[in-house]
Antibody, heavy 120, light 107 residues
Framework: EVQLLESGGGLVQPGESLRLSCAAA????????MTWVRQAPGMGLEWVSA????????YYADSVRGRFTISRDNSKNTLYLQMNSLRVEDTAIYYC?????????????WGQGTLVTVSS | AIQLTQSPSSLSASVGDSVTITCRAS??????LAWYQQKPGKAPKLLIY???SLESGVPSRFSGSGSGTDFTLTISSLQPEDFASYHC?????????FGQGTKVEIK
């Protein structure tokens, strides 16, 4: 059974940093691209970033490029999102999600999400 | 970036009704579109991938169609557990984009 468990969310002030983690289990982690998606309170879904299985390909939304860094440690089956220079508008639930093996492929499994609140 | 326009933003329907949600892309995305269901406080759940393929375990009352720029999600006979929000996602090219979402409420 595929399991994705995010952690690392919390309350921070504008300009501060936070690192999210996503522990994966139940599949061969290194074989799949992974992605982060966020959802601001009461709003729709917003794609944030994606990384290929071997970390060779990395993509960011314009809204986070230059502030957020996605990475993964395949030896630990863990996905990360380093978030710097956080803004109030980054407040959201952050989900990690596994992409299917198909090319191109959608995401098929999601974690339960971790809440990031940026407020002074 | 490819924009996805999803409509309606909300709808009211009764159990047993057939409902249709549309998603229009600002440029062609072939069949690279997925539909997700999300209930309050929960993560999204994949319903349809590649525009029309039903995810394993999803009831057959859910169906998707379309290609290019125009896509639809149809729920043929609405059940009580179907009252939720629905989102479309284009994964044809980065940056990926989601539609604005559709909330399906009980009439």
């Amino acid at each position: 059974e595929v399991q994705l468990l995010e952690s690392g969310g919390g309350l921070v002030q504008p300009g501060e940093s936070l690192r999210l983690s996503c522990a994966a289990a139940g599949f061969t982690f290194s074989s799949y691209s992974m992605t982060w998606v966020r959802q601001a309170p009461g709003m729709g879904l917003e794609w944030v970033s994606a990384i290929s299985g071997d970390s060779a390909y990395i993509y960011y939304a314009d809204s986070v490029r230059g502030r957020f860094t996605i990475s993964r440690d395949n030896s630990k089956n863990t996905l990360y999102l380093q978030m710097n220079s956080l803004r109030v508008e980054d407040t959201a639930i952050y989900y990690c999600a596994k992409r299917t093996a198909a090319v191109p492929g959608a995401v098929d499994y999601w974690g339960q999400g971790t809440l990031v609140t940026v407020s002074s | 970036a490819i924009q996805l326009t999803q409509s309606p933003s909300s709808l009211s329907a009764s159990v047993g009704d057939s409902v249709t949600i549309t998603c229009r892309a600002s440029q062609g995305i072939s069949g690279a579109l997925a539909w997700y269901q999300q209930k309050p406080g929960k993560a999204p759940k994949l319903l349809i991938y590649d525009a029309s393929s039903l995810e394993s375990g999803v009831p057959s009352r859910f169906s998707g169609s379309g290609s290019g720029t125009d896509f639809t999600l149809t729920i043929s006979s609405l059940q009580p557990e179907d009252f939720a929000s629905y989102h479309c996602l284009q994964f044809n090219s980065y940056p990926w984009t989601f539609g604005q979402g559709t909330k399906v409420e009980i009439k």
